[in-house]
């Protein structure tokens, strides 16, 4: 509620915002295929972070991975607002979730919708990804324990 301040001028009122997003239901997977290859990715590397998940992604690209994200640099990081909102999705379907370290791995539910709907997924696109993770697995491993490390130091300074 606003209240009329003195001197005849208004005060200041509270907007509410609204943003209009779209629903999603579990057949998405079939919709979606980028959604799909995103579960595989996650179930192939075993659990990533999403930092991890974005680099992979990203330099996959550049080797024939191309899943059709777009990505930014804003100074030394890597953002993709579209593997943002593909992540975001799966988290709530309760696809993946999320673990203390920030980890991304498959639910059960995901498991059970990765095997349901795996016949969609190419073979092209299933060596593709095989290869691209065996080649940057070190890497991808590495930006995950250093996003780890700064977590726990966080933590500690916290304290």
Request: proline letters at 3%; charged letters at 25%; a positive charge.
């Amino acid at each position: 509620m606003s209240q009329p301040s003195q001197g005849g001028q208004p005060g200041k009122s509270k907007e509410l915002k609204t943003s209009s997003k779209q629903v999603i239901s579990p057949s998405v997977l079939k919709e979606d295929k980028r959604k799909l290859q995103l579960l595989y990715i996650i179930k192939v590397l075993g659990g990533v972070t999403e930092k991890g998940l974005i680099t992979l992604l990203y330099e996959g690209a550049q080797k024939g991975l191309n899943m059709g994200h777009q990505f930014n640099t804003l100074g030394n990081n890597l953002i993709s607002p579209t593997v943002k909102e593909d992540i975001t999705s799966l988290l709530y379907l309760g696809y993946i979730e999320s673990d203390q370290t920030k980890k991304l791995k498959l639910t059960n539910d995901g498991e059970e919708a990765l095997a349901a709907n795996k016949q969609l997924l190419d073979e092209g696109f299933i060596n593709t990804v095989n290869n691209v993770v065996t080649e940057l697995k070190q890497k991808i491993v590495s930006i995950d324990q250093e996003y780890n490390l700064k977590l726990r130091s966080e933590r500690r300074r916290r304290r």
